[in-house]
C-alpha cells in the first residue's frame, strides 16, 4: 500500500452515520485516506468543479464512494452526469449503498460504476467491506495519475 501520500477520496453520502461509519472503518483499518464527504450529487459536482464554497486548492480524488438514495441529485444521476463529463470520468466510482435491488446493481454498471458493494448493517462486516475495498482500490489497482 502506498504510504507516502494519502488516497483522496470523495465520499457521496447524505446520511452523517453512514459517513461516519465510513471514517471509523478507514480508521480502523489504518487505510491512509485523506476523506472528503459531499451530502448530495449536486455538492458532489460542485467539489469536482471547484464551484460554490470549493476552491481551487479542492484536492481531486482518486476515488469516489457513492450513495445511491440521496435528495436532489440521486447517485444514478450523478454517476450519468460524470461519465459523460471527459474532465471527470477516468475518475472510478465505487457504488456504496444499503440496496441491493438487481436492477440498482444492473443500473449502476450500465452507467459506468467501476464496482458496487451493498452495505453490510453489521459493523464488523462493514469494517471487513471497507477493508477488502482498501486492498483492492489501494493495494492492487493502479490508479491514473492525480490530475491537478
Same mark, same amino acid.
Given at each position: 500500500m502506498n504510504?507516502?501520500?494519502?488516497?483522496?477520496? %470523495? %465520499?457521496?453520502e447524505d446520511e452523517p452515520a453512514d459517513a461516519h461509519l465510513v471514517r471509523v472503518a478507514l480508521r480502523e483499518n489504518r487505510l491512509l485516506v485523506d476523506l472528503h464527504v459531499a451530502r448530495d450529487g449536486v455538492e458532489a459536482l460542485q467539489f469536482l468543479r471547484h464551484q460554490g464554497h470549493f476552491g481551487d486548492d479542492t484536492p481531486r480524488p482518486d476515488l469516489i464512494?457513492?450513495?445511491?438514495?440521496?435528495?436532489?441529485?440521486?447517485?444514478?444521476?450523478?454517476?450519468?452526469?460524470?461519465?459523460?463529463?471527459?474532465?471527470?470520468?477516468?475518475?472510478?466510482?465505487?457504488?456504496?449503498?444499503?440496496?441491493?435491488?438487481?436492477?440498482?446493481?444492473?443500473?449502476?454498471?450500465q452507467?459506468?460504476?467501476?464496482?458496487?458493494i451493498t452495505k453490510p448493517v453489521d459493523m464488523?462486516?462493514?469494517s471487513s467491506a471497507i477493508r477488502g475495498l482498501g486492498d483492492y482500490w489501494f493495494a492492487?489497482?493502479?490508479l491514473p495519475e492525480r490530475e491537478t
Open positions: 504510504t507516502a501520500k494519502p488516497f483522496v477520496v %470523495l %465520499l457521496v464512494l457513492l450513495d445511491l438514495n440521496m435528495p436532489r441529485m440521486d447517485g444514478r444521476e450523478f454517476l450519468a452526469v460524470i461519465k459523460e463529463d471527459a474532465a471527470l470520468s477516468k475518475i472510478p466510482v465505487v457504488v456504496l449503498t444499503t440496496s441491493d435491488v438487481e436492477r440498482d446493481v444492473v443500473a449502476s454498471y452507467l459506468c460504476a467501476a464496482s458496487y464488523e462486516q462493514f492492487l489497482v493502479r
